[in-house]
């Protein structure tokens, strides 16, 4: 296929799956979007961003994945830890641009192609930091900390306290639903726990996001 047929076939998925999602995009968010896939299948080629290789695959798998968290944020301020090639964060700051997203991640090369992406987008609420979490020391509180590939350990679970304000929330996206041991670290300090059932159009795998609630 050509490329202007790729993209074709991009958008044509894109706005179908946010048409059983009830999501709305404008024009220039959905090219936003189209335009972050294909950066993030160039640059994969040479640096092994994200294992999924087809752009069509990635529609569903990280777009459409990312933005099912939508409803849950919360606030202004947000923190997309350990973001990657950044997902969820990039697709998010992409429909919700009143929203300001730091994208924190320790691998140098997902930080560079972050740069590259923030730039050609020109996404002015998007700021990709390089640091590992233990040594983050941001200058303000964030309201959600949200992270979809991170193993939440207990290190991990201490940190989103110490980098939350109050109220705050904390989204983390997983695939099957979490196991009740997965949970006793955030038990202590939650003030609530929710295990929401997310259903991603056109991905046939199991998806559920924990929402841990600070008061």
Do not use: C
């Not at 709305?24 to 040479?46: P, V």
């Not at 301020?77 to 964060?89: A, E, F, Q, S």
């Not at 979490?133 to 941001?138: C, G």
């Amino acid at each position: 296929m050509t490329e202007a047929t790729d993209e074709g076939a991009l958008r044509d998925r894109l706005l179908a799956g946010l048409e059983r999602m009830s999501l709305a995009l404008t024009d220039d968010q959905t090219d936003r979007m189209i335009r972050y896939i294909l950066l993030l299948e160039r640059w994969n080629r040479a640096y092994n961003l994200t294992a999924v290789r087809e752009p069509l695959e990635m529609v569903p798998k990280h777009l459409l994945d990312s933005l099912s968290v939508l409803p849950y944020l919360y606030g202004d301020n947000l923190l997309d830890l350990g973001t990657g090639p950044g997902l969820p964060g990039i697709p998010l700051a992409v429909a919700a641009r009143e929203r300001v997203f730091h994208l924190l991640d320790s691998n140098g090369k997902k930080i560079r192609f972050l740069r590259q992406a923030v730039a050609e987008l020109g996404l002015s609420n998007a700021k990709p930091i390089h640091a590992r979490t233990e040594s983050y020391h941001p200058e303000g509180k964030f309201a959600t900390i949200v992270s979809r590939a991170v193993a939440w350990t207990p290190d991990l679970m201490a940190a989103s306290w110490r980098l939350t304000g109050r109220p705050a929330r904390v989204l983390v996206l997983k695939g099957q639903r979490p196991a009740a041991t997965e949970l006793h670290g955030f038990e202590p300090i939650a003030d609530a726990l929710k295990i929401h059932r997310i259903r991603v159009p056109f991905l046939e795998a199991d998806r559920h996001l924990l929402e841990v609630q600070y008061h």
